[in-house]
């Protein structure tokens, strides 16, 4: 290992587990110390992790509050550092390390919301479908026609994701989107009501989140899944409605392309 490698390494270390560097080793400019030195790295370290984890977090930063929000950011930098150069891919742990923080233990829904999130970024980071929607449409329509139920798979898009959670994180999530009332949200956690979260990307790019009902949701896991039509009808049971469904499919442009 080269010596500007060797820098590096010990630079990461000492910014994210306190670890002691070198002072040789340490860019400094003339009129600071080497503890001046990493003290200012370690603040950038910690100011770049709040805004990376704010970025893809901001309903968990509003719920816990500004100044608790950047703790636990400083927090989790340490425990889970980012493993790639490219920081909007840093996050993926965070539920977990809230579920078992116990200063968050009376927010007992925040690592559900943090979940939703991170589906959510992780939405808008997807690769974008192929531009010609009304292709798409014919084409799974073509297939509904003609395939055997027993074959064919339905693909969802890019970035969909399907989250059933006992607490009502869609509309908590809708509610710190101004979509729908606080009071939606306030009447939803004190019922204890759980939800079916949906996450998709419309036909602009905009993540959109839903809360289905249990038929709508048992057929989209199974989708998920890559269960065959016939085995996602059964999962859905009796009561699910594919004609409604498939209209909502095409016209928010859930489906991927048929392979």
């Known amino acids: 290992m080269n010596r500007e490698a060797q820098r590096q390494q010990l630079l990461v270390a000492a ?8 002072e040789a080793w340490l860019r400094t400019p003339a009129s600071a110390t080497a ?11 910690g100011a770049t992790a ?9 309903t968990v930063a509003a719920l816990v509050g500004g100044e608790s929000f950047a703790a636990l950011a400083r927090h989790f930098w340490h425990a889970h550092p980012p493993l790639r150069g490219d920081l909007g891919e840093w ?3 965070l539920p977990g390390f809230v579920a078992g923080s116990g ?9 559900a919301v943090a979940r939703l999130e991170w589906m959510v970024h992780r939405a808008t980071r997807a690769a974008e479908a192929p531009a010609d929607a009304a292709a798409r449409s014919a084409s799974v329509i073509d297939a509904l026609t003609r395939a055997d139920p027993d074959r064919l798979r339905l693909p969802l898009a890019e970035g969909a994701a399907l989250f059933c959670s006992e607490h009502p994180v869609a509309t908590v999530w809708l509610a710190h989107q101004g979509r729908v009332p606080f009071e939606a949200a306030r009447e939803a956690l004190d019922a204890g009501r759980g939800e079916h979260a949906w996450v998709w990307r419309d036909a602009h790019y905009r993540v959109q989140v839903q809360a289905l009902g ?7 896991e199974a989708l998920l899944q890559a269960r065959v039509l016939s085995d996602a009808l059964d999962a859905a049971g009796p009561d699910f409605a594919f ?5 909502r499919a095409l016209s928010q442009q859930w489906l991927g392309s048929l392979i």
Do not use: H
Not at 103 to 111: G, I, K, N
Not at 214 to 220: R, S
């Open 35 to 45: 503890a001046q030195a990493l003290a200012a790295y370690r603040g950038n370290a």
């Open 91 to 93: 996050g993926a742990e």
């Open 50 to 58: 709040e805004r990376a984890l704010g970025a893809a977090f901001p």
């Open 103 to 111: 200063q968050l233990a009376d927010v007992p829904y925040l690592s």
């Open 243 to 247: 004609d409604q469904w498939l209209v």
């Open 214 to 220: 249990d038929a709508d949701a048992a057929f989209t």
């Open 15 to 22: 910014l994210w587990r306190d670890a002691e560097m070198p």
